[in-house]
Antibody, heavy 121, light 109 residues
Framework: EVQLVESGGVVAQPGGSLRISCAAS????????MHWVRQTPGRGLEWVSF????????SYADSVKGRFTVSRDNGRKSVFLQMNNLKDEDTALYYC??????????????WGQGTLVTVSS | FLLTQPHSVSESPGKTVTISCTRT????????VQWYQQRPGSSPTPVLF?????PSGVPDRFSGSVDSTSNSASLTISGLQTEDEADYYC?????????FGGGTRLTVL
C-alpha cells in the first residue's frame, strides 16, 4: 500500500523558517517524481513544488520561488520542503504527492494526509 | 492561465452530471487535464488522468472529454451515488507550472 506521511507542520512567525518532511513507503521511491501541493479554504488547491526522481529538475510556483527549497533523500525515501521568509499567505495544509515516473505525464497520483502550516504572529 | 469551474452543481441519485473546466488562455488540448475528487475530511484522489483515463479502482461511471471549440474539459459522472458527493478539481500543466481549477462542489440530493 502506498503511504505518504507528512510531518513538521507548526505555527511559525512571519519571516520565520520551517522544514516539513514526507516519508514514503509502499512503492519504489527512486522511480517517481514528487510534488508539494497546498490547500487553503480561500484559495483551494495550489501546486507548490516539483522534484524529479534524481533531483536534477526542480520547479516552484511563482508565489514561493526564492523562498522555498525542495529536496529529497532517496535512501531515506523522503522528500523535504524548506520554507523561509514565511508569509501569512503561506498558511495552508501542505500535501506531499507522488508524481509520475520518468516519461509519463506528470500528475498527482497519490496524496498524503497533509501537514498544517500556520503563519501567525 | 487559469482553469474555471462552476462553484457548485447538484443532481439526484441515479442521474448524470457534467462538470466543466474552462481554460482561460492557451489551448485546452495542448496539455492533458486531470480530475481529482476530494470527499469531506479526506485528501484529493485522482479520478481521471490524461483527459479520460481512469486510475485503477475508479468505476467507469466516471468519464472525461475535451472540447477545443469551448476550450474546456468535462468530467461526467453517470448513475450518481451518494458517495460521489464531493469537491472535484480539474488540473492541467503549462511551462513548468501545474494549475488547478477552483473546484466544484457536487451535491447528490
Amino acid at each position: 500500500e502506498v503511504q505518504l506521511v507528512e510531518s513538521g507542520g507548526v505555527v511559525a512567525q512571519p519571516g520565520g523558517s520551517l522544514r516539513i518532511s514526507c516519508a514514503a513507503s509502499g512503492f519504489n521511491f527512486d522511480d517517481y517524481a514528487m510534488h508539494w501541493v497546498r490547500q487553503t479554504p480561500g484559495r483551494g488547491l495550489e501546486w507548490v513544488s516539483f522534484i524529479t526522481w534524481d533531483s536534477v529538475s526542480i520547479s516552484y510556483a511563482d508565489s514561493v520561488k526564492g523562498r522555498f527549497t525542495v529536496s529529497r533523500d532517496n535512501g531515506r525515501k523522503s522528500v523535504f520542503l524548506q520554507m523561509n521568509n514565511l508569509k501569512d499567505e503561506d498558511t495552508a495544509l501542505y500535501y506531499c504527492t507522488r508524481g509520475s515516473q520518468l516519461g509519463d505525464v506528470q500528475y498527482f497520483q497519490q496524496w498524503g494526509q497533509g501537514t498544517l502550516v500556520t503563519v501567525s504572529s | 492561465f487559469l482553469l474555471t469551474q462552476p462553484h457548485s452543481v447538484s443532481e439526484s441519485p441515479g442521474k448524470t452530471v457534467t462538470i466543466s473546466c474552462t481554460r482561460t488562455s492557451g489551448n485546452i488540448a495542448s496539455n492533458y487535464v486531470q480530475w481529482y475528487q476530494q470527499r469531506p475530511g479526506s485528501s484529493p484522489t485522482p479520478v481521471l488522468f490524461e483527459d479520460r483515463r481512469r486510475p485503477s479502482g475508479v468505476p467507469d461511471r466516471f468519464s472525461g472529454s475535451v472540447d477545443s471549440t469551448s476550450n474546456s474539459a468535462s468530467l461526467t459522472i453517470s448513475g450518481l451515488q451518494t458517495e460521489d458527493e464531493a469537491d472535484y478539481y480539474c488540473q492541467s500543466f503549462d511551462s513548468d507550472n501545474w494549475v488547478f481549477g477552483g473546484g466544484t462542489r457536487l451535491t447528490v440530493l
